[in-house]
Every structure is written in structure tokens, then in C-alpha cells.
């Protein structure tokens, strides 16, 4: 069995990607790094027979693990649509990173799911969007953050109609290279929030981040990190949800609403691993150690059904 874990140069030094790489490295599984820049998009009729990777021929791999931590962008989405072409077993799958990429459209796909999941109303910013009807229709305070942020960056708390006039003011002003949301605050689960990672799709564990008067709970703000076992109903929750995006290998986090009610706050595919010493070692509860070992049975279920 050979597999290729894509990842980004851009990216490559993420805490996160150098423990994926290790933990695979004491496995001696047959996995080859592919930088995913230097892979070339072919589109042919017929079957092919290889890959290219810096213009030379390749075997084409039995599976793909994507390990991008924001450097996920057209190109590296279009080498996993190509691999998948090819009846190559991705994960995650470009469907998932489309829906788990761009934050808009994780709500939107949940939201026509019709299966009552609860998340933060959202509006995208444009030149056009006035303090008064986000005042009106998703309240004060708010949330501002950048669409394809991560690590808490690009997140800002607004408490007024006036912040939020001059961040407006700014906006219609300036030119960006991403999209602005403006979003629900929470107000009960400032400072934290809860992970429901996922190996295959279904629960592997569980995890509260709290970061106290801070209403960022990221572990890269500052936040502690306390390992739980999650209510049913959450768990059942995230399963469907990471069911509705296509996440195989991710998850869910949730906010704490009043009543014993939890909103989904983001979806991510291939989260990061640094929080546990777990995810450098053996451990059966290892989620991408789960995950790999999931990957290779299917892709060997595959390969036999080809033949």
C-alpha cells in the first residue's frame, strides 16, 4: 500500500503537520510527504496510469491523507479532486475541505440539512451592511471574524453600534484579500468551548478549552485544555454534522448555550494533533492513528476490487 501526505510548503513547520509526520514515521507505514505544489494537475480521457510530481512520473498512491493547517487553497483542492479521479481514498475528501474551508458555507450546508442544528447567526459583510440591521437581526455584542482565520487570529469581539459602525466604515473603505462574518455572540460560553474530535466520521474524544475572562478559548490564545467524555446528545450531534460536511478525519466545536443547549461553532478537517502527548504515540485512543489505520483497510478493500 502506498500513500502520499499532501501537504503545503507554506506550511510545512505547523506544530501540528511535524507531529502527523512523526507519529507516522515510528508506524513505518508507506507514506511519502508530496509537497502538494509540486504535484501536477492533469486532466486526460482514458485511464491513467501515473501521477506527475515535478513533471516526472509516479505511481499513483492507494490514499491521500491531507495535512494542509491553512494552506489549503485552489490548487492544493485540485490535486485532491484529481486524486479522487482517480479513484485514489482522500481524506479528507475535497468535498470536505470545501465545506470546512470557508466558514459560510459550513453553516450554509448545515443550515439545509434540516436536521436542527443550532450555530451562531451569521451574516456576511459587504460594503453594503448596516450597524442598525445587525443590531436588529443577530444583536449586540457580536462577533467579527475573518472567514478562513484560524488559531483565534482575525477574531474580534464587538460591544457597540458604534465599533461596529467604524469597523463597517473600514471595511467599505479598504480592499481584503478574504470575506468578514459577522456573527451571534454566545454570551455563555465566553472563553470556552468544546471539541468533539472524529476518526472515520463517528467520536474518538473529547476535549473543553476554557481561557477564563477571555473570550477566545484557542489554546494559541491561551486557553487550558481538560479532557471529558461529552454528553450523548453532542456527540450524536457532531456525528451528523461531520456526516452533512463529508468529514472523515476532523471535528466539530461547540459553543455553550443557555439551557444545557450547544452550538456549533466550526467544522475542521484534519484538526491540529499538538494537544496530547497521545498524538505522537501508539495509543489506541489516538484519533489519526484510528484514522490511518481505518484509511489503509479501505484502500486495500479498493485495490482488491479493482483487480
Same mark, same amino acid.
Given at each position: 500500500?502506498?500513500?502520499?501526505?499532501?501537504?503545503?510548503?507554506?506550511?510545512?513547520?505547523?506544530?501540528?503537520?511535524?507531529?502527523?509526520?512523526?507519529?507516522?514515521?515510528?508506524?513505518?507505514?508507506?507514506?511519502?510527504?508530496?509537497?502538494?505544489s509540486?504535484?501536477?494537475v492533469?486532466?486526460?480521457?482514458?485511464?491513467?496510469?501515473?501521477?506527475?510530481?515535478?513533471?516526472?512520473?509516479?505511481?499513483?498512491?492507494?490514499?491521500a491523507?491531507?495535512?494542509?493547517f491553512?494552506?489549503n487553497?485552489y490548487?492544493?483542492?485540485?490535486v485532491?479532486k484529481?486524486?479522487?479521479?482517480?479513484?485514489?481514498?482522500?481524506v479528507?475528501?475535497?468535498?470536505?475541505?470545501?465545506?470546512?474551508? &470557508?466558514?459560510?458555507l459550513?453553516?450554509?450546508?448545515? !443550515?439545509a440539512?434540516? /436536521?436542527?442544528?443550532l450555530? %451562531?447567526?451569521? @451574516?456576511?459583510?459587504?460594503?453594503?451592511?448596516?450597524?442598525?440591521?445587525?443590531?436588529?437581526?443577530?444583536?449586540?455584542?457580536?462577533?467579527?471574524?475573518?472567514?478562513?482565520?484560524?488559531?483565534?487570529?482575525?477574531?474580534?469581539?464587538?460591544?457597540t453600534?458604534?465599533?461596529?459602525?467604524?469597523?463597517?466604515?473600514?471595511?467599505?473603505?479598504?480592499?481584503?484579500?478574504?470575506?468578514?462574518?459577522?456573527?451571534?455572540?454566545?454570551?455563555?460560553?465566553?472563553?470556552?468551548?468544546?471539541?468533539?474530535?472524529?476518526?472515520?466520521?463517528?467520536f474518538?474524544?473529547?476535549?473543553?478549552?476554557?481561557?477564563? &475572562?477571555?473570550?477566545?478559548?484557542?489554546?494559541?490564545q !491561551?486557553?487550558?485544555? /481538560?479532557?471529558?467524555?461529552? %454528553?450523548?446528545? @453532542?456527540?450524536?450531534?457532531?456525528?451528523?454534522?461531520?456526516?452533512?460536511?463529508?468529514?472523515?478525519?476532523?471535528?466539530?466545536?461547540?459553543?455553550?448555550?443557555?439551557?444545557?443547549?450547544?452550538?456549533?461553532?466550526?467544522?475542521?478537517?484534519?484538526?491540529?494533533?499538538?494537544?496530547?502527548?497521545?498524538?505522537?504515540?501508539?495509543?489506541?485512543?489516538?484519533?489519526?492513528?484510528?484514522?490511518?489505520?481505518?484509511?489503509?483497510?479501505?484502500?486495500?478493500?479498493?485495490?482488491?476490487?479493482?483487480?
Open positions: 500500500m502506498l500513500g502520499w501526505l499532501l501537504v503545503n510548503q507554506k506550511t510545512l513547520e505547523e506544530p501540528s503537520i511535524q507531529t502527523i509526520i512523526k507519529l507516522i514515521e515510528k508506524m513505518e507505514i508507506n507514506i511519502k510527504t508530496v509537497d502538494v509540486e504535484v501536477e492533469l486532466c486526460e480521457p482514458g485511464e491513467s496510469n501515473y501521477c506527475y510530481i515535478d513533471g516526472e512520473p509516479v505511481d499513483i498512491p492507494d490514499f491523507l491531507s495535512a494542509f491553512g494552506g487553497n490548487n492544493s483542492k485540485a485532491v484529481m486524486l479522487e479521479s482517480l479513484n485514489v481514498l482522500c479528507n475528501s475535497s468535498e470536505s475541505l470545501n465545506n470546512t474551508a &470557508d466558514k459560510l459550513t453553516f450554509q450546508k448545515l !443550515g440539512a434540516k /436536521q436542527g442544528f450555530f %451562531p447567526k451569521t @451574516v456576511l459583510m459587504t460594503a453594503k451592511t448596516k450597524p442598525s440591521f445587525i443590531a436588529r437581526e443577530v444583536g449586540l455584542p457580536c462577533v467579527i471574524k475573518v472567514m478562513h482565520g484560524s488559531k483565534g487570529k482575525g477574531v474580534v469581539l464587538v460591544k453600534e458604534k465599533e461596529l459602525e467604524n469597523l463597517l466604515d473600514v471595511y467599505a473603505a479598504m480592499s481584503f484579500d478574504d470575506h468578514i462574518l459577522i456573527q451571534e455572540c454566545i454570551v455563555a460560553s465566553k472563553g470556552r468551548d468544546m471539541r468533539i474530535m472524529l476518526s472515520g466520521g463517528k474518538s474524544t473529547a476535549y473543553i478549552r476554557d481561557n477564563g &475572562d477571555n473570550f477566545k478559548s484557542n489554546l494559541s !491561551g486557553g487550558d485544555l /481538560q479532557f471529558i467524555t461529552p %454528553p450523548e446528545a @453532542v456527540v450524536e450531534i457532531a456525528e451528523k454534522a461531520a456526516a452533512v460536511l463529508d468529514i472523515y478525519f476532523g471535528s466539530i466545536d461547540f459553543l455553550f448555550g443557555e439551557n444545557d443547549s450547544y452550538y456549533i461553532c466550526e467544522a475542521n478537517s484534519m484538526t491540529g494533533l499538538t494537544y496530547s502527548k497521545d498524538a505522537q504515540s501508539h495509543s489506541a485512543s489516538n484519533p489519526l492513528l484510528l484514522t490511518l489505520k481505518d484509511i489503509m483497510t479501505e484502500a486495500q478493500k479498493r485495490k482488491k476490487n479493482k483487480i
